[in-house]
């Protein structure tokens, strides 16, 4: 059983990330550059007219356009790749809290509750100079409460 709709994600698939690829070359630029140069060259010819005026704001608005959905989707692939990447990096790690996978799924308050108990955990470890002390959300208290025991004694 095959897919209809898989053909023509291909298509759009492909067609996206060609004129990503295109839109972000010299060419393009220089497509643009000289778009804008026989404009400008054109004004006298039209007596810097409004119709003159109005055929590169109509003309600049469509490209931008149509390139902030452009460049939205392929920031969208790149960081949904990131994510997969650190998602198996944390995943494959020994010690790493697996709770930290999809982290960007969280909610805003989550991810807030998340950055704030980080901060602390970088204080308590500047406070006792080992900066890369803990990296386990599970773990942190009982690392801190194990490293202070032995500090503690160590002291005595």
Known sequence: ???????????????????????GSSWAFGLALATILIWIAMGPVFGYSDTWQLVINTSTTIVTFLMVFLIQRAQNKDAQAMHLKLNEIVASLQGASNRLIDVEDLSEHELDTLHTFYARLAARAKREGHLASSHSLGEADEVHERKSKRMKKASQ
Do not use: G, I, L, V
């Open 1 to 23: 059983m095959t897919n209809r709709a898989e053909p023509r994600a291909n298509f759009m698939e492909r067609f996206s990330r060609s004129a990503t690829r295109w839109t």
